[in-house]
C-alpha cells in the first residue's frame, strides 16, 4: 500500500534540488503518518566520507550497541547527503523523533517529516559543505511552503527533544531557520542552476536517468562500463571524478565537467 507523502520528490525537484528515490519508498513506513505540520532536522552520526554512506541504516534501522538499544526502520523519510542531493526513502512514518514536543506538538514520528543529513556530528566534519547546507535550506522551504507553514514549523532533534540530549543538528537552529525564511519570503538569492547545455547549445548536462552515446562517452572516462544508462554507479563514479578535480561532487556532467572530462583520453 502507497502512503501518503508521495507528493514529496516533486515538491523537491520544482525547488531546483537534485532527488533520488530509493527502491519501495513509496510502501515504506511504520504506518502512515497524520498531518503533516512541520519538519524535524537531523544528523546521521555516520562515516565522515562518502555522499551518503547511512542509507543502509536510515531504511532499514539501528543495530543494538553498547550504548544504544536497536530501532526498527525507517529513520526518516528524507536523507541529505554531502553533495545536496535528497534521498526519498520513506512515504510513511518514521522512527525518526521519539518523545518531546515542538510548537505544542508532541507526536513527532507522526505528524512531522524528518531528514537526516549526512554528518559525523563532529567538530573535524563541521562546518557542513556550503552545497549540503544550501540544500538543507531550501528543502525545507519547499516542504514547509507546500504544507503551509512558516520557518517556526521547522525544529532541530536537540530542540524537539531537549530532556534526551540529542546533538543533533550541531548547527545554529536560529541562522538556519532565519535562512528557511528568506528562501521562503523570495528575499534570499536563486539557487545557481546547472545550464542545460554547455553555452552555444553544446553537448547536454548529463545526470541520473540520462541515456544513450554521451553517457557512454562519460562512462568510459570514468572508468565505468559504457552501457549508455546513466544510473548510480556512473553518478557515484562521476562525484569521485569531479572531487578529484576541485569540482562541486554533485553527480551531474554540466559545462565544467563537460570541460574536465575533456582532459581524460
Same mark, same amino acid.
Given at each position: 500500500?502507497?502512503? &501518503?507523502?508521495?507528493?514529496?520528490?516533486?515538491?523537491?525537484?520544482?525547488?531546483? #534540488?537534485?532527488? *533520488?528515490?530509493?527502491? %519501495?519508498?513509496?510502501?515504506?513506513?511504520?504506518?502512515?503518518?497524520?498531518?503533516? =505540520?512541520?519538519? @524535524?532536522?537531523?544528523?546521521? !552520526?555516520?562515516?565522515?566520507?562518502?555522499?551518503?554512506?547511512?542509507?543502509?541504516?536510515?531504511?532499514?534501522?539501528?543495530?543494538?550497541?553498547?550504548?544504544? &538499544?536497536?530501532?526498527?526502520?525507517? #529513520?526518516?523519510?528524507?536523507?541529505?547527503?554531502?553533495?545536496?542531493?535528497?534521498?526519498?526513502?520513506? *512515504?510513511?512514518?518514521?522512527?525518526?523523533?521519539?518523545? $518531546? &514536543?515542538?510548537?505544542?506538538?508532541?507526536?513527532?514520528?507522526?505528524?512531522? @517529516? $524528518? @531528514?537526516?543529513?549526512?554528518?559525523?556530528?563532529?567538530?573535524?566534519? =563541521?562546518?557542513?559543505?556550503? !552545497?549540503?547546507?544550501?540544500?538543507?535550506?531550501?528543502?525545507?522551504?519547499?516542504?514547509?511552503?507546500?504544507? $503551509?507553514?512558516?520557518?517556526?514549523?521547522?525544529?532541530?532533534?536537540?530542540?524537539?527533544?531537549?530532556?534526551?540530549?540529542?546533538?543533533?543538528?550541531?548547527?545554529?537552529?536560529?541562522? =538556519?531557520?532565519?535562512?528557511?525564511?528568506?528562501?521562503?519570503?523570495?528575499? *534570499?538569492?536563486?539557487?545557481?542552476?546547472?545550464?542545460?547545455?554547455?553555452?552555444? %547549445?553544446?553537448?547536454?548536462?548529463?545526470?541520473?536517468?540520462?541515456?544513450?552515446?554521451?553517457?557512454?562517452?562519460?562512462?568510459?572516462?570514468?572508468?565505468?562500463?559504457?552501457?549508455?544508462? =546513466?544510473?548510480?554507479?556512473?553518478?557515484?563514479?562521476? +562525484?569521485?571524478?569531479?572531487?578529484?578535480?576541485?569540482?562541486?561532487?554533485? %553527480?551531474?556532467? $554540466?559545462? +565544467?565537467?563537460?570541460?574536465?572530462?575533456?582532459? !581524460?583520453?
Amino acid at each position: 500500500m502507497a502512503f &501518503s507523502l508521495l507528493w514529496l520528490p516533486g515538491v523537491l525537484r520544482t525547488a531546483g #534540488l537534485k532527488v *533520488a528515490v530509493e527502491p %519501495g519508498w513509496e510502501n515504506r513506513g511504520r504506518g502512515d503518518v497524520g498531518r503533516i =505540520f512541520g519538519v @524535524i532536522c537531523h544528523h546521521t !552520526v555516520g562515516a565522515k566520507t562518502g555522499n551518503f554512506p547511512s542509507l543502509r541504516v536510515i531504511r532499514d534501522g539501528r543495530r543494538a550497541t553498547a550504548t544504544q &538499544s536497536a530501532l526498527p526502520g525507517p #529513520l526518516a523519510q528524507l536523507g541529505l547527503g554531502r553533495d545536496g542531493t535528497y534521498y526519498v526513502i520513506a *512515504a510513511g512514518r518514521c522512527n525518526h523523533a521519539g518523545a $518531546g &514536543s515542538w510548537q505544542g506538538v508532541t507526536t513527532g514520528n507522526t505528524n512531522f @517529516i $524528518g @531528514i537526516e543529513a549526512e554528518n559525523a556530528g563532529s567538530l573535524e566534519d =563541521f562546518p557542513w559543505p556550503a !552545497v549540503q547546507m544550501d540544500a538543507y535550506h531550501r528543502g525545507v522551504a519547499a516542504i514547509l511552503k507546500h504544507i $503551509g507553514r512558516g520557518p517556526d514549523f521547522c525544529a532541530a532533534h536537540k530542540e524537539y527533544a531537549p530532556l534526551r540530549k540529542p546533538l543533533d543538528p550541531r548547527f545554529n537552529m536560529t541562522e =538556519f531557520r532565519a535562512a528557511v525564511a528568506a528562501i521562503m519570503s523570495g528575499s *534570499a538569492p536563486a539557487p545557481v542552476l546547472i545550464p542545460a547545455a554547455e553555452p552555444g %547549445g553544446g553537448r547536454p548536462t548529463l545526470r541520473r536517468g540520462s541515456t544513450g552515446e554521451r553517457v557512454q562517452e562519460v562512462q568510459r572516462k570514468v572508468a565505468v562500463t559504457p552501457d549508455g544508462e =546513466f544510473g548510480p554507479k556512473t553518478e557515484a563514479a562521476v +562525484r569521485v571524478f569531479q572531487r578529484a578535480r576541485g569540482l562541486v561532487p554533485d %553527480g551531474i556532467v $554540466g559545462p +565544467r565537467t563537460w570541460v574536465a572530462l575533456d582532459t !581524460v583520453a
